[in-house]
């Protein structure tokens, strides 16, 4: 009997059985939902509010200690889940079923993380987001760029030099590190919890110093306190708490020193800077510039508040509205709206929009959207991203956070960014 006997000549190959067309169906999503399921990391969550925190080790999902939360480092990358229940629409009301938790997932990605790390914690994300239903509010967060609601998850924020080991890079081991370390700590401009401060660890040289800012000194032996001339009394505080932390773990001499001290040049000498004269700092800090302006900007509205005249508005990029389509059978990615009337009313659901507020790109899924408009908003944003890094102004734009929000699921820092455009 020949091998073929007995089998049916197949019919000719049609497209459709590749089920291409099933691409964000129902379908679809159960089965990315059931293989979410079978993450370990994903298990005893989604049911009850809290925050939840992994970081990506050798393609691995893994459980970062709750002791060690709101600490990063840089060269790692992070996914950050946070689960809360907002408040019943009539809080009067008893009996009735408390409303549904509202998710927010960061992926973290610090300024020396591999491309490896950063990869796996973007599809780490999309995996998450699935397993919650896709009702969750996606957020790109970048080192030196953090948006206002990842800083107002925690208490203090750190952000320390070095990550796990890995085969794209060394880390640098304490010992390289010449004994010394030198953190900075900051106001955050924008930051969701009022007061929000970031602990960050910088190269222990003069050159990361500067007047507006705290930094801490820890040389072994002793540490040093070093008072911007322009810092606040805020990150004063926060430094105090710092050099208690470190004081808890080892006895030593704390010394604290204004800037506009002469003693304050035994920390510049320290960290290499003999022949600087002092006053003279002006190295680049390690956060955008843009967050920088916005410090500024944040402090001079208080000045100005504290004084008669009534605070002066700030500058911001034109906010703008794009539409991303493929109702006329072919992909178009266009300019809908520009300026401040802008609102929830330009949105519909047969479409994926990218909104661009000035200090973060919002991407708005409609629930009706198109499988390829839904599959490539990702993929849309970075392009526009790339599209504003080569504008004269733009060179910091790879540093903008970028958030996708689902129709009817959307979180309220989308709403009062919408609110704010209309």
Not at 149 to 162: D, M, N, Q, S, W
Request: proline share 6%; net charge negative.
């Amino acid at each position: 009997m020949p091998p073929h006997a007995g089998l049916i000549h197949p019919h000719q190959y049609d497209l459709k059985d590749s089920n291409v067309e099933l691409i964000n169906s129902a379908l679809d999503h159960q089965v990315k939902h059931n293989s979410a399921a079978t993450e370990p990391a994903w298990r005893a969550i989604g049911t009850t509010p809290g925050l939840y925190i992994w970081r990506i080790e050798q393609f691995e999902v893994v459980a970062w200690p709750r002791e060690r939360y709101g600490e990063f480092y840089d060269g790692d990358s992070y996914i950050v889940l946070h689960s809360a229940r907002p408040p019943p629409t009539d809080p009067g009301t008893d009996g009735e079923e408390a409303p549904a938790l509202r998710h927010d997932i960061f992926f973290w990605l610090g300024s020396h993380t591999s491309p490896d790390e950063a990869g796996t914690a973007a599809y780490k994300t999309v995996e998450l987001d699935e397993y919650l239903h896709g009702a969750a509010t996606q957020h790109r967060e970048v080192q030196a760029h953090p948006s206002g609601e990842f800083v107002g998850l925690f208490p203090r924020l750190t952000i320390r030099r070095g990550g796990v080991q890995s085969g794209f890079r060394h880390v640098e081991g304490a010992e390289e590190k010449g004994g010394r370390m030198l953190l900075r700590v900051f106001k955050h401009a924008g930051a969701a919890r009022p007061g929000s401060l970031i602990v960050h660890e910088v190269e222990p040289t003069w050159r990361s110093l500067d007047d507006r800012d705290v930094f801490v000194l820890d040389v072994g032996d002793k540490i040093w306190v070093w008072q911007g001339r322009r810092c606040s009394p805020m990150e004063k505080g926060k430094a105090a708490q710092v050099v208690h932390d470190l004081t808890q773990a080892k006895h030593v001499d704390v010394e604290v020193l204004s800037q506009l001290e002469a003693r304050s040049k035994l920390v510049v000498d320290l960290l290499g800077g003999r022949e600087v004269e002092q006053l003279s700092f002006r190295a680049p800090r390690p956060v955008s510039e843009k967050r920088k302006r916005a410090a500024v900007e944040e402090e001079e509205e208080e000045e100005e508040e504290e004084g008669e005249g009534a605070p002066a508005g700030t500058a911001r990029s034109p906010r703008k509205l794009f539409r991303l389509s493929d109702a006329d059978g072919s992909l178009s990615f266009d300019l809908v709206k520009e300026g401040s009337s802008i609102g929830k009313a330009d949105l519909h659901g047969q479409d994926v929009f990218l909104f661009d507020d000035g200090d973060r790109l919002w991407v708005w899924q409609g629930l009706e959207a198109s499988a390829a408009e839904r599959a490539l908003w990702l993929r849309v944003a970075q392009s526009y991203v790339r599209w504003l890094q080569d504008s004269p102004e733009g060179s910091e734009a790879h540093l903008i956070p970028i958030s996708k929000v689902v129709q009817g699921h959307e979180s309220p820092a989308f709403m009062r960014a919408i609110a704010a455009a209309a």
